[in-house]
């Protein structure tokens, strides 16, 4: 009995000491804490989302004149922040010599990020100011949510690529700035529909003639 209790107590004191060697070893667990750039693609990516779902909601619910307006602010919107996305997931280009050159690809690549997410974001409120123009009043009060939304949301953005971590460039290249943007085209004017034709007179229905009387038998 004396035995079986001794090697009892050195299995338990065994195991005590390895399982506490495995603790020591194994790393803790928690969520990975994401990078700069990937809370700007994050940011990105939601805030697209959300103002397309928006946007297409505006649809169902503008008048026929508003709805080129509102397409048009979706597919700019969509360009600009697919722009931005495509700026921050390519791959930066290697040098051989110090990594100078790394550094200012990183930072061009945020720069341009933010320029695509500027310019489509500007590009759909100037498509959903037109849009208010020709809107009836029940959806102007729609369509002005929007606008401050997007601007909201190009805000917000804007804010997450500035706490990207990648270094900022210290002095911008004259090749890296923004380009002046080319005036937009005059609209057509909308051709009018064509009068419609007077309906032609109604003939005059000749009068019947008087029925003869029956004579009496």
Do not use: W, Y
């Not at 804490?33 to 990937?38: E, Q």
């Not at 928006?54 to 307006?69: F, M, S």
């Not at 009068?195 to 000749?206: G, L, Q, T």
Request: net charge negative; with cysteine; charged share 25%.
């Amino acid at each position: 009995m004396r035995i079986q209790r001794l090697l009892f107590t050195l299995c338990g004191m065994l195991l005590v000491s390895v399982g506490g060697a495995l603790a020591q070893t194994d790393p803790p667990e928690g969520p990975n804490p994401l990078s700069g750039k990937d809370r700007a693609i994050e940011a990105i990516e939601v805030n697209l989302a959300r103002q397309t779902a928006h946007l297409e909601g505006l649809l169902a619910t503008v008048p026929e004149q508003a709805l080129p307006g509102i397409q048009t602010a979706i597919d700019s919107l969509t360009a600009g922040m697919n722009g931005a996305l495509e700026m921050l997931d390519a791959p930066v280009a290697t040098t051989v010599e110090s990594g100078s050159a790394a550094t200012v690809s990183n930072a061009t690549a945020t720069d341009r990020a933010r320029e695509a997410v500027e310019a489509g974001t500007l590009r759909a409120e100037t498509a959903l100011s037109e849009a208010l123009a020709v809107a009836g009043e029940q959806s102007q009060a729609a369509i002005s949510d929007a606008i401050a939304k997007i601007a909201a949301a190009r805000e917000r953005v804007l804010a997450s690529l500035t706490g990207t971590d990648l270094p900022a460039p210290t002095e911008r290249s004259a090749q890296l700035a923004r380009p002046d943007r080319p005036a937009r085209p005059d609209r057509p004017e909308r051709v009018q529909a064509p009068e419609r034709p007077e309906r032609p007179e109604r003939p005059v229905r000749p009068e019947l003639p008087e029925r003869p009387t029956r004579n009496g038998g």
